[in-house]
């Protein structure tokens, strides 16, 4: 794909065609589809590394999650067959690795799992496995474990190391105007439109931002910013281990596909880290990893793969969810003309990033309100 030229207008004094508020996975994929296709974008982030995509796992999972048939199944589904695409797309801008493996999905069972949801879909693969089936595409599962769903159109992406580095070399060099360090402290309005963001941006003196539209996409902290917007933070712990060295030739790792479990995912990496999670917490925007979120990660993780108790702990670290009431994401428009949202994609926003940019970006740019947007306006949440 060609890269559009850097436009004059897209300098910092001009006002720009969208201003969009958010340095996570929603702002700058989204940024990059609007730059694509010709429009100037500035992006005003607090701060990239508080965004849960530097948190996620990076499953790729419709169908491992168990969703419900219906309008998010299906946007799942859709954003999963456009990973390979856009990711490659993001490759070929930029040179980077993306970190997209499509390695499928494990979901073991244990004798006191509860039945699984509806797992099958109409157009998607999905197989029971046990006994020397399950035995043939993963060894050294916990003796507990009496059979697994394979999901082999499942996928993962290392988001931390790979996607995000990508995308965002891919936004900087695309033109879009990133401005780190700013945070929006007000959506002024008039009239039911925006017509200025007020920012602590003292850096070049312009603390006031206008433009033609914006786009609200400030993860979890989306609901202090606009009443409408009602999203909260679920809080999740992760963390990471390494082969001690000598173990993994002794027990037969790596694992050739991520494990979905009930309260773990363990999710490899192509390097050989394992990547464990996730907590899932109701305690506001409270940092820092807890003795029991750990212990939590690790008795689960060694219950369904016991050759991880000879691993090293690499690494932990947490991240907050951006969670609507229904678990639903809110997309497209919003109560004020000029302004859209795209936020709340709570445990699924990885997966989601490329249909939500796809969809933005065909709303902002073309008024083009795809039929499953229905499911996703800000309205059903009742404010
Ligand atoms: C523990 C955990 C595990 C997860 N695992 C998976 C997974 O396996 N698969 C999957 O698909 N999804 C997963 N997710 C979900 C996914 O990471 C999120 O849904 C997605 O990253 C949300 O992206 P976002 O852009 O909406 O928000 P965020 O990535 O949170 O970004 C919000 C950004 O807005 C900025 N911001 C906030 N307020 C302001 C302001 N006033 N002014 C300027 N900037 C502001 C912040 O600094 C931040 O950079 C997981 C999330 C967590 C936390």
Known sequence: MTQPALRPDVLLNVMPDVLIIGGGLMALATALELR??????????????????????????????GLEPGPMLELCLRSRALYPDWTAKLESLTGLDSGYWPCGILRPAF?????PPELQNRDCRVE???GEALEQRQAGLGAEVVGAWWF?????????????????????????????????????Q????????????????????????????????????????????RKGQLMALRPALGVESEIGMPLGQ???????????????????????????FQPGNTAAGIHQLLTEAIRLCPALGHYEIAETWWGFRPETADELPILGPSPLANLSLASGHYRNGVLLAPITAQILADWILEGKAAPLLQAFQWERLGL
């Open 128 to 130: 029971w496995l046990e």
């Open 258 to 284: 991520v494990l979905f479990g009930d309260r773990i995912y363990i999710v490899p990496r192509q390097d050989g880290l394992i990547v464990l999670g996730a907590t899932s917490e109701q305690v506001d």
């Open 36 to 65: 694509l296709r010709g429009a100037s974008v500035t992006v005003l982030s607090r701060d990239r590394t508080e965004a849960a995509a530097y948190a996620a796992a990076g499953m790729l999972a419709p169908q491992a999650e």
């Open 111 to 115: 004798a006191d799992t509860p039945p």
């Open 190 to 233: 008039c009239q039911g439109e925006v017509t200025a963001l007020e920012t602590n941006d003292l850096e070049t003196n312009k603390q006031i931002y206008q433009a033609g539209h914006y786009l609200l996409a400030a993860g979890a902290w989306t609901g202090g910013l606009l009443e409408a917007a009602p999203v909260t933070p």
């Open 152 to 188: 082999p159109e499942d996928a993962q992406v290392d988001n931390r190391r790979r996607l995000v580095p990508a995308l965002a070399a891919a936004v900087d060099q695309s033109g879009v105007i990133w401005r780190e360090g700013v945070e929006v402290i007000k959506i002024h």
